[in-house]
């Protein structure tokens, strides 16, 4: 399976924005990039995926480079509340999803 | 919307017993998979279900059993529960088996199994 790298962890400023990077060398054409988060004690969430182009909605925007090899997940405007773990996953179309979850990037936004 | 729902959320099992870790969902889902979480393993995937009356394993499918008899629900068996099963227990599910690469999973909020 294709595997992504991200930072083990960042820290940022509420009211700022955040980028969180994933590198995916070794991304095929048909994989998507998702991107899920997990709060303390609570299962994880999804937050965005793409293809190709980049992707916005309401809560994050993904920015995904040309040659698909690495990600970014753009976060506006950091609150309190996005302190959580950011999980950057290649969804593989081989019979199934699954999405092979990673350690991700724990996000500390500080007041 | 209750989503993905997960009982109990809490469980203390003795070495050798058996349980069964409930998941339901409201959505309407085709698809809905297990997952378990370790410190500093990520999460793994532990068995998946495309429909009622099929499902597979994933990466971690031993000592777990599962069946999808209706498209709501989706337990998962411990047959002979061991302390390397102390873990956190998430079921997920998403719509759309054509569209599964473009469906998000909907997650439940875990069951914490400790095995003694």
């Known amino acids: 399976d294709a595997k992504t790298t991200q930072p083990n962890s960042m820290e940022s400023n509420e009211e700022e924005p955040v980028h969180l990077p994933c590198n995916h060398s070794?991304?095929?054409?048909?994989?998507?990039i998702h991107w899920y988060r997990q709060l303390p004690s609570q299962g994880p969430e999804y937050v965005i995926h793409g293809l190709t182009s980049n992707v916005n909605n309401r809560m994050a925007s993904l920015a995904i480079a040309e040659d698909r090899k690495s990600s970014t997940l753009i976060l506006h405007r950091a609150t309190l509340r996005d302190a959580a773990v950011y999980y950057c996953?290649?969804?593989?179309?081989?019979?199934?999803?699954?999405?092979?979850f990673g350690q991700g990037t724990r996000l500390t936004i500080n007041p | 919307n209750a989503g993905v729902t997960q009982t109990p959320k809490f469980q203390v099992l003795k070495t050798g017993q058996s349980m069964t870790l409930q998941c339901a969902q409201d959505m309407n889902h085709e698809y809905m998979s297990w997952y378990r979480q370790d410190p500093g393993m990520g999460l793994r995937l532990i068995h998946y279900s495309v429909g009622a009356g099929i499902t597979d394993q994933g990466e971690v499918p031993n000592g777990y059993n599962v069946s999808r008899s209706t498209t709501e629900d989706f337990p998962l068996r411990l047959l002979s529960a061991a302390p390397s099963q102390t873990s956190v227990y998430f079921c997920a599910s998403s719509s759309g088996i054509k569209q599964r690469y473009n469906s998000p999973l909907h997650f439940g909020n875990g069951t914490r199994l400790t095995v003694t």
């Open positions: 070794t991304i095929s054409g048909t994989d998507y």
């Open positions: 996953i290649l969804s593989r179309i081989q019979g199934a999803q699954k999405l092979v």
